[in-house]
């Protein structure tokens, strides 16, 4: 075969970028609908209606109204009770669904030859994640009478959903968007660092925000920018070791949720700053500011879910909204990838 004519081993056909491309954006998009669904279902507390789970057996809804009012939970009405289970049957099986239009597809791709080195790299370590993500999808049952899910689990669930997407998204927009050709100046180090850094600040606060949510701790203090009277509470500090409060402490758990959401945003502000002066690569510049936008709007909906004590819809809206945070983060970091060194 002419060389000239050779396909190459490390890169896609157009064909195959653009199928793998647009198969990952929709896979990226599925992990969205299941953590905003996930989020409502902690919201509501309907992860507590089905505290166990099995692959094949979970799959089936109870059939009788004999297996209804076995299963329904002491306090609540037999429809109140159904409404819950569903909602947390369809979290689950959405996310069964997801990994179907992943594995199935990412078979058919690898055996076509769609896949790269970097990209099959890449591809086998979402597949990872995403089974040890879905190895975490029993909840935890406390000792106590009333069933209640760990904030440590909810925190690792969420933390591997974030990363799954991240991956997934990461992963499509190199499919889509070429790197760029650009002179790296010292300026646009710094300033790539720095834009790696808000992502990172993003992330840690969206983790924080699962510890918020698994200890209700959103429903203490109702105040801002004060907690109380108080700018450092007197409780911060409650348990012993002082490590546990962080984690399992309601009032220090949101008083480090409050101090990563202002660090982000300042951070992302800063950053905004730094770049207006520069030519950046590709659409960076839009990046730039859009995540200036979405990062006010994101902390203004953190603060109004607070004063009006966690309403479900808005606190639903706050987590969709750090993951909008993190996909222009990620954007913004795609687009200021190290240049191409031309040959």
């Not at 758990?253 to 202002?262: A, D, E, K, P, S």
């Amino acid at each position: 075969m002419d060389a000239s004519v050779a396909p190459s081993s490390t890169s896609l056909s157009p064909q195959g970028t653009k199928i793998t491309g647009y198969w990952l954006l929709g896979c990226a998009g599925m992990v969205i609908g299941s953590v905003v669904l996930g989020g409502v279902t902690r919201l509501t507390e309907s992860g507590l209606s089905m505290v166990d789970w099995h692959l094949i057996k979970g799959m089936k809804p109870p059939r009788t109204q004999d297996e209804w009012e076995r299963d329904t939970n002491q306090g609540i009405s037999l429809t109140e009770f159904k409404w819950i289970w569903y909602m947390e049957y369809a979290h689950r099986m959405w996310g069964r669904i997801v990994g179907v239009v992943f594995y199935l597809p990412a078979a058919y791709f690898w055996y076509k030859g769609y896949f790269n080195k970097g990209l099959k790299i890449r591809i086998g370590g979402l597949m990872g994640w995403y089974m040890v993500k879905s190895g975490l999808d029993e909840e935890e049952i406390s000792e106590t009478e009333i069933p209640r899910v760990s904030q440590y689990r909810l925190a690792a669930h969420l933390t591997m959903a974030f990363l799954l997407y991240s991956g997934l998204f990461w992963c499509a927009l190199c499919q889509f968007i070429p790197r760029s050709k650009y002179v790296m100046t010292p300026q646009l180090k710094k300033l790539r660092m720095l834009a790696h850094t808000c992502k990172g600040f993003i992330g840690f606060t969206a983790v924080s925000g699962a510890f918020v949510a698994g200890l209700d701790a959103g429903l203490v203090y109702n105040s801002f920018p004060k907690m109380a009277d108080r700018w450092i509470p007197s409780d911060l500090l409650a348990l012993e070791p002082a490590w546990r409060n962080f984690f399992e402490n309601p009032t220090a758990t949101q008083f480090v949720h409050r101090i990563l959401g202002t660090t982000t945003v300042s951070s992302v502000a800063i950053l905004f700053l730094l770049a207006s002066p520069l030519t950046l690569p590709g659409r960076a510049n839009l990046a730039v500011k859009c995540l200036l936008g979405v990062s006010a709007a994101q902390v203004s909906l953190g603060i109004a879910t607070l004063l009006w004590y966690v309403p479900t819809h808005l606190a639903a809206c706050h987590q969709a909204g750090a993951l909008t945070l993190l996909t222009v983060a990620l954007w913004l970091t795609n687009e200021l990838r190290k240049p191409l060194v031309p040959k």
